[in-house]
């Protein structure tokens, strides 16, 4: 509820279902103090449908669904393929020191765009269906926003929750 | 490349496998017999689809064998909508679920809706990538299903009938019984194993983490946001609705408003706005009328 957010300096959207979020945003009434939120500098970090939420441009998905223009990225929704294609991988970050993170994407977003002030964390090599291996950003970051394709919940690493709320 | 760059990619895990209904939670997943459903279910804000052929209500009324969908109306289905499509495989038939797999659905249901094809084995679940969600009536059942490789259990309620009481019933066996282990010393641990007939292991797993080792959603007999909102409330993670939406006299009303219910089912104030003018529910039937009891199948 609007009201929640008074003196919330960061902001997680989590993963879900981008669509499912996107009407609830517009009938919780949420949509215009999230986007004013992200207009003013506030920090937020969106995880797998929370990235496609926060993406400035959305392929395949509804016409209606919310892409917010926080960061400027474009993402394919489920760009990994179906349930059967998801996956647990291995990831080194910048800027998340020791081992690396075990992450899970699930029913992923894909980043197919990365416009200027927009910088790649980490990245995963994986083997699409139609197109071959490709190495494609995992995390990516802006001045005030962190968006991860994976949810980094779902394996109980909580570095990069850390390097969200140290370094934004 | 170097190899300590090269992310080792590992599909399939019970934590991917579990992750989908994680994200789930919070959500609705509808019932529905055709594309133009799954569109308006889609539209209403369902997290996920189940594509059948008839909903249970129709199950029920016209009898005979129920089985798997026409694997045509599953892809059809699957063209129409961009959220996750479940699909049901009896009980036991792994060569319905071997089918379902090979479509690439989301996940399928072992359910009891359809007609059992084995009376005494379970499919053996961690022979596939698609994750199973399977029902149960109390939490013996459901971590016998968990140690099969369900990774997530739905209460069954029973289905097609509109009638939440069965649903509240299974739902408060289990969470209750999860409250007691809770509670219970090391050896009282091994008694509960025994009463419950499931493995020591996920039993001593819930004392410690006090709740079942995959998500715990609630379906059968859901007709209203008001029902939605009280399964929540009971304990439930997400819903699911079968018969009750597309049964009813104005389902993408019906279907938005279940959906801002289960979102909102702490909030009384914007249940009774969500609950105004929605139509004809579905009629439903008492408890004592019902024929066949679907919660029955399956052990």
């Given at each position: ?168 | ?138 939490l013996g059942e459901a971590l016998r299903r968990v140690s099969e490789g369900a ?149």
């Open positions: 509820m609007p009201a929640e957010l008074k003196g919330v300096t960061h902001l997680v959207i989590p993963g879900g279902e981008s669509t499912a979020i996107s009407l609830l945003l517009r009938s919780s009434e949420l949509l215009k103090p999230v986007t004013d939120f992200a207009a003013g500098g506030g920090a937020l970090f969106g995880t797998c449908a929370g990235m496609i939420i926060l993406a400035s441009e959305i392929m395949d998905g509804r016409p209606d669904q919310v892409a917010l223009g926080a960061i400027d990225i474009t993402v394919r929704r489920n760009g990994f393929g179906r349930q059967v294609n998801s996956f647990e991988a291995d990831l080194r970050v910048d800027g998340v020191a020791g081992r690396p993170m075990t992450v899970a994407f699930i029913r992923a977003p894909v980043v197919t765009r990365v416009g200027p002030g927009v910088s790649v964390l980490a990245s995963v090599t994986y083997e699409f269906p139609t197109g071959g291996t490709q190495e494609v950003p995992a995390i990516c970051r802006s001045k005030n926003v962190l968006v991860s394709s994976f949810h980094p919940e779902v394996t109980g690493d909580d570095r990069l929750h850390k390097l969200f709320l140290e370094s934004f | 490349m170097t190899e300590e760059t090269a992310p080792a990619v590992t599909k399939a895990t019970a934590r991917v496998k579990r992750g989908l209904a994680e994200m789930l939670r919070g959500g609705v997943i509808m019932d529905v017999v055709t594309a133009d459903q799954a569109k308006i279910a889609e539209d209403a804000g369902a997290v996920a689809v189940m594509a059948l052929e008839r909903v249970p209500a129709d199950i029920r009324r016209d009898g005979g064998v129920a089985r798997m969908s026409d694997p045509a109306l599953v892809e059809e289905i699957q063209a129409a909508v961009s959220i996750p499509v479940m699909a049901k495989a009896r009980i036991g038939h792994f060569v319905e679920a071997q089918i379902l797999e090979a479509l690439q659905v989301d996940y399928i249901d072992e359910s009891e809706v359809l007609t059992p094809a084995d009376e005494a084995y379970h499919i053996d679940k961690w022979r596939f990538s698609v994750p199973f969600v399977c029902g149960a009536t109390n990774a997530l259990i739905r209460s069954k309620g029973e289905a097609g009938t509109g009638n939440v009481v069965e649903a509240v019933r299974h739902l408060r066996s289990i969470v209750g019984d999860i409250k007691k282990i809770t509670q219970a010393d090391s050896a009282e641990l091994h008694g509960w194993a025994k009463e419950l007939r499931a493995p020591y292991e996920l039993v001593a797993e819930i004392a410690e983490t006090g709740k079942l080792p995959v998500p715990l959603f609630c379906a059968g007999g859901i007709a209203t946001p008001a029902d939605a909102a009280l399964v929540m409330q009971l304990g439930a993670e997400a819903c699911f609705v079968g018969s009750g939406i597309f049964k009813s006299g104005d389902p993408a009303k019906r279907a938005r408003a279940i959906v801002e219910a289960t979102t909102h089912y702490q909030d009384a104030t914007i249940l009774a706005k969500v609950s105004r003018n929605l139509g004809v529910p579905m009629v439903g039937i008492e408890m004592d009328k019902v024929d066949v009891h679907l919660a029955e199948r399956g052990w």
